[in-house]
């Protein structure tokens, strides 16, 4: 019998990081953050976790005190800001409803509770809790019975901030497949390629926007994946 209180929590950026995320949960400060993480009500590890694309665009914009550098966030089909072609491949993790609820809070540094209306999120797609930068809750769909969910901005930026240096190092944890990786990179970045084209840049323009689009990330992704596990979350 499914157990009701469950959904999926589809992350992206740092917290496809699993000790990362699991700060969140049961408390403590990442690696290279500096920002300690009180943790979860319930502190019960997930049930689960597994990979995921979603058909949403990631971007990174603005500021983190955390990390010292750009923010990822998620868009929608329908933003014009964001390349709309680009998909995402997410980390998910099956928590508790209230855990959700406590890692939105943790993110936007915000007092428990952080109360989700659930049924009106599903039927809605998205609903916009609090004027912060991880703001609205979206829904994506369901797995195996249970709801997926995850969180983004309701903001608009002028442009995209690249991710620091520590962000990306912290990556080199993250586990999934060489292949998978390198297929996504090289996807994301011809999306941009071809969405900076259909605005009218000529390629060599358009190529050139792509790589500033990605700032550093690629630089230092590039060096760090020569000696490590593969990055992923930032493209």
Not at 121 to 140: A, F, P
Not at 172 to 178: A, N, Q
Request: glycine share 8%; hydrophobic share 35%; aromatic share 12%.
């Amino acid at each position: 019998m499914l157990d009701k209180s469950l959904v999926w929590y589809a992350s992206y950026g740092s917290n496809l990081c699993r000790d990362r995320f699991l700060c969140y949960i049961q408390g403590g400060t990442p690696q290279g953050s500096n920002a300690y993480e009180c943790g979860c009500r319930d502190r019960t590890l997930p049930a689960e976790d597994k990979h995921l694309f979603i058909e949403h665009p990631l971007y990174f914009a603005g500021y983190s005190r955390r990390w010292g550098g750009g923010v990822a966030f998620i868009g929608s089909r329908e933003d014009k800001h964001v390349n709309p072609k680009s998909s995402t491949l997410v980390r998910m993790y099956l928590i508790k409803q209230e855990q959700f609820g406590d890692v939105v809070a943790q993110e936007n540094s915000v007092s428990f509770p952080v109360i989700i209306p659930w049924e009106q999120v599903v039927e809605e797609g998205k609903k916009d809790l609090i004027d912060s930068l991880y703001g609205r809750v979206v829904h994506l769909g369901e797995r195996e019975g249970f709801p997926i969910f995850t969180f983004t901005t309701a903001r608009k930026f002028e442009g995209y901030t690249a991710p620091s240096e520590s962000y990306l190092k912290m990556l080199i944890k993250f586990p999934f497949d060489r292949d998978d990786i390198k297929s996504e990179l090289e996807s994301h970045i011809l999306d941009k390629i071809e969405f900076y084209t259909d605005q009218g840049y000529d390629e060599a323009q358009a190529e050139e926007l792509s790589v500033r689009d990605m700032g550093d990330a690629v630089v230092i992704g590039a060096e760090l994946n020569k000696q490590h596990n593969p990055i992923i979350g930032w493209v």
